[in-house]
């Protein structure tokens, strides 16, 4: 059984739950709720964009960018998919256990 | 450590990052009470600072009571004027909105999900006209002296807390803050507690009740959606955080 490794990564996961729970989130609210420095964000984001995971919106407020990003449909399955994953795991290691 | 064990932390650990998604949600949600929030806080403080300034004014005023009343009645257009400007001007609302994420612009922005509303549409407009009806109803009889000032509340209660509850069960869409559910109680047991003579209300006049039981405990529960929004927060930074290292 092969998970995700694309979620699996911990601050991944995190940042896809997150997303699941609202419409979107925008990069500063990530930021500081993860406590992650902007290169780390990035290069996660990227991650999860070009797996086609999330999507991105880039806007200005003023001069200012804002980017905010979403859980696209391909990302929900995805998540629910490890999920649906770690539950088989858990119930194979209680079997054994047992 | 055993299987067992590695197995329950696991399950502990599947069970906090599920709980994030659920905190995120939260979070979202108390937002919405963001605008409503200045609005309240607008409304409350002009007309506490206009009955200041006519508490302040009035030993200068005594005896020429027409300068006390035009005072008065100008504060009150001023209150409404701002009220309506802020309820239904465009530009109104959208100043709302900015003040009110103002507040929020510390965490970064985030959007509630919408969700679908739990009544059609066209119950809500018909709910709409109704309150619209009944308070028409409440201002004409009640300045023909037909209804008694004191009892203004409770009566208002009548047709008041069920639009409330109507306008809750629309706004689903987007899904507002779980607190403004407070607010037809609280509109409530106020209003049982000015029918039945309580001691402490009854020095109150009817105006202000009104006052209190909308603005009042409007403000007041926009500032507790506030403060609730701030401990999610701090739970969701917490929950996101403490298990950043772990795979």
């Given at each position: 059984?092969?998970?995700?490794?694309?979620?699996?990564?911990?601050v991944?996961?995190?940042i896809?739950?997150?997303?699941?729970?609202?419409?979107?989130?925008?990069f500063n609210f990530l930021r500081n709720t993860l406590a992650l420095t902007n290169g780390n964000l990035s290069s996660h984001m990227d991650?999860?964009?070009?797996?086609?995971?999330?999507?991105?919106?880039?806007?200005?407020?003023?001069?200012?960018?804002?980017?905010?990003?979403?859980?696209?449909?391909?990302?929900?399955?995805?998540?629910?998919?490890?999920?649906?994953?770690?539950?088989?795991?858990?119930?194979?290691?209680?079997?054994?256990?047992? | 450590?055993?299987?067992?064990?590695?197995?329950?932390?696991?399950?502990?650990?599947?069970?906090?990052?599920?709980?994030?998604?659920?905190?995120?949600?939260?979070?979202?949600?108390?937002?919405?009470?963001?605008?409503?929030?200045?609005?309240?806080?607008?409304?409350?403080?002009?007309?506490?600072?206009?009955?200041?300034?006519?508490?302040?004014?009035?030993?200068?005023?005594?005896?020429?009571?027409?300068?006390?009343?035009?005072?008065?009645?100008?504060?009150?257009?001023?209150?409404?004027?701002?009220?309506?400007?802020?309820?239904?001007?465009?530009?109104?609302?959208?100043?709302?909105?900015?003040?009110?994420?103002?507040?929020?612009?510390?965490?970064g922005?985030?959007?509630?999900?919408?969700?679908?509303?739990?009544?059609?549409?066209?119950?809500?407009?018909?709910?709409?006209?109704?309150?619209?009806?009944?308070?028409?109803?409440?201002?004409?009889?009640?300045?023909?002296?037909?209804?008694?000032?004191?009892?203004?509340?409770?009566?208002?209660?009548?047709?008041?807390?069920?639009?409330?509850?109507?306008?809750?069960?629309?706004?689903?869409?987007?899904?507002?803050?779980?607190?403004?559910?407070?607010?037809?109680?609280?509109?409530?047991?106020?209003?049982?507690?000015?029918?039945?003579?309580?001691?402490?209300?009854?020095?109150?006049?009817?105006?202000?009740?009104?006052?209190?039981?909308?603005?009042?405990?409007?403000?007041?529960?926009?500032?507790?959606?506030?403060?609730?929004?701030?401990?999610?927060?701090?739970?969701?930074?917490?929950?996101t955080r403490?298990?950043s290292?772990?795979?």
């Amino acid at each position: 059984m092969n998970l995700d490794r694309v979620i699996h990564e911990p601050v991944r996961l995190r940042i896809m739950m997150i997303l699941a729970g609202v419409a979107s989130a925008d990069f500063n609210f990530l930021r500081n709720t993860l406590a992650l420095t902007n290169g780390n964000l990035s290069s996660h984001m990227d991650r999860l964009e070009r797996t086609g995971y999330v999507a991105v919106t880039k806007s200005f407020n003023g001069k200012v960018p804002h980017t905010s990003y979403q859980l696209t449909e391909a990302g929900q399955t995805a998540l629910d998919d490890y999920w649906a994953q770690l539950d088989e795991i858990r119930n194979l290691d209680a079997d054994r256990g047992q | 450590m055993s299987e067992r064990n590695e197995s329950t932390d696991r399950g502990q650990d599947t069970q906090q990052l599920q709980e994030v998604s659920r905190l995120a949600e939260l979070y979202a949600r108390h937002r919405t009470a963001g605008p409503f929030l200045i609005w309240s806080v607008i409304v409350v403080a002009m007309v506490l600072g206009i009955r200041a300034v006519i508490y302040l004014v009035r030993p200068y005023v005594q005896g020429h009571d027409q300068a006390i009343i035009a005072l008065v009645l100008g504060g009150m257009v001023l209150v409404l004027a701002v009220t309506l400007f802020f309820s239904i001007n465009r530009l109104g609302g959208r100043l709302l909105q900015r003040w009110g994420h103002k507040l929020f612009d510390h965490a970064g922005q985030v959007r509630q999900r919408a969700l679908p509303s739990l009544i059609p549409r066209w119950l809500f407009v018909l709910a709409a006209a109704a309150f619209g009806i009944c308070l028409a109803g409440q201002i004409i009889l009640g300045v023909m002296g037909y209804l008694p000032q004191k009892y203004m509340q409770p009566i208002s209660a009548v047709f008041a807390v069920p639009f409330m509850i109507f306008l809750g069960l629309w706004r689903r869409t987007p899904v507002t803050s779980p607190v403004m559910g407070l607010w037809p109680v609280l509109y409530t047991a106020h209003a049982i507690l000015v029918a039945t003579d309580v001691p402490l209300f009854r020095s109150i006049d009817g105006g202000t009740h009104m006052f209190i039981a909308t603005f009042g405990y409007g403000a007041l529960i926009g500032l507790l959606a506030y403060v609730h929004s701030r401990l999610t927060l701090r739970k969701l930074k917490k929950l996101t955080r403490s298990n950043s290292t772990k795979g």
